[in-house]
């Protein structure tokens, strides 16, 4: 049995809203046509009598930077609504004026949404951005005689984005968004998350990239229809489902897609990592004169899963890696340093001080796996390979492995434009000097803004990445520093004249 909009709806059914912003570059464009499609077939089913909920979407579609363009299509798409082609579907359309930045399109986006009559009144919000990854992944481009218009947004961009629309009607308390979600590669950072965690509940992101494919959505929308008001079991068999349609897809460097990963935080569980990445920050300030910290982070870094070219790191395996190599050199008689506790004075009490921060950030990242640990940050994470613990955080370094990744050709299908959503596809059939200073540019782009955002300002991280993690690797990479990192931006780092502006939280560790 179902049942029309036009139906009395059901006293204890809710209402979601779904706005969808795909910000696509003309290798995607069609790629966002297709989730389109997937959106209008679901949303536009009749309500079902057993359905805990309705579900409304709102979608945006911009193709390369949103300046100048003319009549850019929003669409509405909801239950009993009607139409054969997408074009049916178009509640208005939007002249962006030249100069508009993505952040700005956004921001008009969310604006009308929450002024149109079909949408203004819902029990939930979810945000869905859809584009490429870092900065949403990083700088093409810019719009024709726009040179200062960037296509995509930084986690600061997102989170003014956030401040400036008007306050969505919502129970939470302020909270605008009960989710975002981030169709894009590599956007599970543990640096969004905290700079968004006063402005949303929940995030959904992968640490990986994005499958072409993007998100299943033609599914998406009955699990928002049968979740209701249980946010939490929507979201752990979101992530869930997601996995099982990318299971038996192959990853290896012949297909070159990589395992598909997902998760879900809590951002208002964000405090407990925040506190053990700044003790870890404090851990290797106090041995920065220790001679064999270098040796020990360049190890632990080589040995850890990265992402976006070895821009991010999986924050929980670097912690692992680092208890293992502290393990091995510690004294094994008395289990290594789970077993021992040295005095504030011994000459090895720098190294277990950083084994114990490491700790503290494992544990803060340890899934909610049974829906019993309520104050958890990690809400659900799986990954198809088993291999990804959920938040990445910036620690750019490029193994040789990387290297020779990005030495082959990119291509697929025989076709030499992938049209995907990973750093891969956008330099795609590229030389790799070329890719090079692409990440040159990345890395430049990423560290020009990094000081800036909240979760460098309250643990210490980005002082950190300046003042010890590039030294060491100008030490210990000297001739193959443009490789591993950039010449460039370690110049600038050793050169600047001003201290990294950073307000730890964190109590000072034992002298």
């Known amino acids: 049995m179902t049942q029309d909009y036009g139906s009395a ?27 389109l499609k997937q959106l209008r077939n679901s949303a536009c089913k009749n309500i079902d009598c057993a359905d805990k909920a309705e579900v409304w979407v709102a979608a945006q579609m911009t193709v390369d930077a949103p300046s100048g363009q003319k009549a850019i299509p929003r669409y509405i798409f909801g239950p009993g609504k009607k139409g054969e082609r997408l074009s049916d579907f178009v509640a208005g359309r939007f002249d962006a004026p030249k100069g508009m930045t993505e952040q700005q399109a956004l921001v008009s986006f969310l604006q009308w949404a929450s002024e149109h009559a079909e949408l ?24 024709p005689g726009c040179q200062d218009v960037s296509l995509y947004l930084t986690p600061g961009d997102l989170r003014d984005a956030l401040q400036k629309v008007a306050v969505v009607p919502t129970p939470h308390k302020g909270i605008k968004f009960d989710l975002i979600g981030f169709d894009a590669c590599s956007m599970s950072l543990v640096e969004v998350a905290y700079e968004l965690r006063e402005h949303v509940k929940y995030m959904v992101a992968s640490q990986e990239e994005v499958p072409d494919l993007s ?43 990589t395992p598909a990963t997902l ?19 404090r851990a290797f300030g106090k041995a920065e004169k220790e001679s064999g910290l270098a040796a020990l982070l ?24 680092l208890m293992n190599i502290l393990n091995a050199g510690a004294n094994t008689t008395k289990g290594g340093y789970g077993g021992q506790v040295p005095a504030p004075g011994d ?29 958890a940050l990690v809400l659900a994470n799986c990954s198809t390979d088993g291999a990804c613990n959920g938040g990445s955080l910036y620690m750019p370094y490029l193994s040789n492995d990387q290297w020779i990744d990005m030495s082959r ?7 030499p434009s992938r049209g995907g959503k990973d750093f891969s596809s956008v330099l795609n059939d590229v030389a790799p000097q070329q890719l090079l200073h692409a990440r ?72």
């Not at 998760?263 to 920050?281: F, H, I, M, P, Y």
Request: aromatic residues 10%; proline residues 4%.
């Open 120 to 143: 203004e009144i819902a029990d939930h919000y979810a945000l869905i951005l859809w584009g490429h990854g870092p900065q949403l992944l990083m700088q093409p481009p810019p719009a």
């Open 298 to 321: 360049i190890a632990a870094r080589e040995r850890t899963r990265d992402f976006v070219s070895g821009l991010y790191v999986d924050l929980a395996d670097l912690a692992a890696e």
């Open 263 to 281: 998760t879900a935080l809590r951002l208002v569980n964000c405090s407990q990592l925040e506190d053990a990445l700044c003790e870890l920050v």
């Open 409 to 415: 050709p990119m291509f697929k299908g025989g076709d």
């Open 440 to 511: 040159h540019t990345l890395i430049k782009n990423t560290e020009s803004y990094y000081e800036d955002l909240a979760l460098s300002q309250d643990t210490g991280w980005y002082k950190f990445i300046v003042e010890q993690w590039t030294p060491i690797l100008v030490r210990m990479a000297s001739r193959d520093l443009n490789v591993v990192y950039s010449a460039t931006q370690a110049a600038r780092n050793v050169c600047r004249e001003s201290k990294v502006r950073a307000t730890p939280k964190c109590k000072e560790l034992p002298a």
């Open 215 to 257: 998100f299943p959505y033609d599914t998406i929308v009955s699990l928002f229809r049968q979740g209701g008001d249980n946010v939490e079991e929507m979201l752990r068999q979101g992530v869930y489902k997601y996995i099982q349609t990318y299971i038996d897809y192959i990853t290896d460097a012949v297909t070159e897609m």
């Open 347 to 375: 000459v090895s009490y720098w190294r277990y001080a950083i084994y114990e921060a490491s700790k503290k950030i494992i544990e803060a990242l340890e899934e909610d796996t049974d829906g019993t640990h309520s104050s």
């Open 9 to 35: 709806p059901s006293a204890s059914r809710k209402r979601w809203v779904i706005l969808l912003d795909i910000a696509a570059d003309g290798q995607l464009a069609n790629f966002g046509i297709e989730s």
